[in-house]
């Protein structure tokens, strides 16, 4: 059995090539397509809505899109559409009756529809969002893409659901319906669409700018046009416009091309729209799951390259490994281009610890340096606060008028001890002023170790308890000891007479009759 060119080239492609697949027409399908029959080689659902403020605590796992039966009361969505599931084994095709279809196309009953509206054709998607816009005046349209695999069983296509209608039962407007289902290749979904389903949500405007060169205008510098409106190359301020005429005016404008512009359009063009389509999900999904990132990419990028002509996308197979090929390097390049700047990031996160562990060392620096300055200043103050006892002068002898009784003999022995100690003012007692006795001259000796031992006393009163504590000398324990030095004549003469003079003090305070007013004095 021989094959044809076209059967071997399917062979040695194997399942990945598009062709072998059943690609949707510009325009409808035949009625023995069902939704779960389509979605094998069509994975992909469009859905042209404006969308509504979400709330700040909006979970992923909420509905992306609800049935507007259920969006009347959204607080309870969650718990009719779990009362509203459908059984396993079954489907909404098979459940739904012609009564559901007929309601959610009247527009006037659709308020009561469980069924949300997609379809297969991401061109009348574009055409459409650009006929709301311009007519209707919906400045935020956006374009969902929906992965279909995803609602297997719980959508089904509008054909499928109005063929159920006996001719009896039909509505007036029933072949209205039955052409706008065909025109869009409508699917509508039970209940809701779940988050994890919906790829991604685009802006039209983003989406113009990236259609293939047969979208937009030849004639003109589509770059001078004030409006991107203005590029395209259908009237998109028709009243009545044809979406069957315009799949033919596209095709038409494709073929008039040169064969190195259609080339571009059907490999180059068919990428750029693909991805700008897909770009917040590829963005997000190529640098964990680089396979399957690509593959979504590569099946939406072959379904534009058909869309304008099937027949001449058969005719030239090179441009299927030219898609994959463009897929994969710009997939490549996102994913070095995260993963720089993902190590940028790191980078900078690496600098911002850094910095804070040399603040974090700089303060426990300045804490230490901190307790260890007072110390210095506290040694500082005991070098300070030593005291060099000058060579002792020689012992001066004040006499002065001071009324004093006669000590007894009690008060020399503890008086004589107290000689060394500190010499305070003292203010002489009111005695009697005509005593002869009281005005006696009374003999002061004064020693060079109490003046200095004075000095020291005061000093002392004057600083605070904690530096009076370091003004003390060392404990001979600590001491280093010191060499003497021997001692000079004069300091030797000068010990020698103020013992003399000690001396002769004590014996005039025990013969004198005014010992009593010497030992108060002293």
């Known amino acids: 059995m021989t094959l044809s060119p076209q059967d071997s080239v399917h062979s040695l492609q194997g399942p990945q090539t598009p062709i072998s697949g059943s690609p949707l ?19 992909f659902l469009f859905r042209v809505y404006t969308p509504k403020t979400r709330s700040q605590i909006f ?7 609800v049935g ?13 559409l779990k ?5 396993p084994g079954e489907s909404v095709a098979t459940m739904s009756t012609y009564q559901d279809v007929a309601q959610h196309m009247d527009w006037t009953q659709r308020h009561m529809s469980p069924y949300i509206s997609t379809t297969f054709s991401f061109t009348w998607a574009i055409w459409e969002a650009t006929r709301r816009y311009r007519v209707g005046l919906k400045h935020d349209i956006e374009i969902a893409i929906i992965d279909a695999r995803m609602l297997a069983g719980r959508a089904a296509t509008a054909l499928e659901l109005l063929r159920k209608g006996a001719p009896k039962e039909r509505h007036l407007d029933y072949w209205k319906w039955y052409r706008y289902a065909l025109e869009s290749q409508d699917v509508l979904v039970h209940g809701s669409i779940p988050g994890p389903a919906v790829l991604a949500s685009v802006p039209l405007l983003s989406l113009i700018d990236k259609l293939p060169s047969y979208f937009l205008r030849q004639d003109c510098n589509t770059k001078s046009m004030p409006s991107p409106f203005d590029t395209l190359s259908w009237d998109t301020m028709d009243r009545k416009p044809s979406f069957r005429q315009f799949c033919q005016d596209m095709s038409d ?3 008039r091309l040169s064969a190195e512009h259609r080339l571009r359009d059907a490999t180059g063009g068919s990428v750029r729209l693909a991805m700008a389509f897909l770009r917040p999900w590829f963005h997000k999904v190529v640098a964990e799951d680089f396979t399957g990132a690509t593959d979504m990419a590569c099946m939406l990028a072959f379904m534009i390259a058909q869309w304008p002509a099937q027949w001449w996308s058969r005719d030239h197979l090179e441009m299927w490994s030219v898609i994959r090929s463009l897929v994969q390097a710009v997939a490549e390049e996102v994913r070095e281009k995260q993963k720089g700047e993902a190590d940028q ?3 900078r996160l690496q600098d911002v610890v850094t910095d804070l562990e040399r603040v974090v060392q700089d303060y426990e620096e300045a804490e230490v340096a901190s307790c260890v300055d007072p110390e210095k200043e506290k040694d500082d103050d005991k070098e300070e606060a030593t005291i060099v006892f000058p060579p002792s002068p020689p012992a001066s002898v004040i006499e002065c008028l001071c009324p004093s009784p006669v000590p007894s003999t009690s008060a020399v022995s503890t008086t004589a001890p107290s000689v060394t100690q500190d010499i305070v003012p003292v203010i002489p007692s009111s005695g009697n002023p005509g005593s002869v006795e009281s005005s006696r001259p009374t003999t002061i000796i004064l020693s060079p170790t109490i003046i200095i031992h004075q000095q020291q006393h005061q000093q002392q009163e004057q600083c605070s308890p904690a530096e009076v504590h370091e003004l003390q000398p060392p404990s001979p324990e600590t001491e280093k000891p010191r060499k003497h030095r021997p001692h000079s004549l004069a300091e030797t003469a000068s010990c020698i007479i103020t013992g003399v003079l000690v001396g002769a003090f004590i014996t005039l305070c025990i013969i004198n009759s005014q010992r009593r007013t010497l030992i108060y004095v002293t």
């Open 25 to 43: 027409p510009q325009y409808g399908f035949g009625p023995e397509h069902t939704f779960d029959s389509l979605i094998q080689d069509n994975p």
């Open 253 to 255: 404008q494709f073929l």
């Open 59 to 65: 979970d992923t796992t909420e509905p992306y899109f």
């Open 68 to 80: 507007q039966k259920f969006n009347e009361h959204f607080t309870r969505a969650a718990a009719q």
């Open 83 to 87: 009362e509203s599931s459908i059984a």
């Open 345 to 347: 990031e790191v980078r």
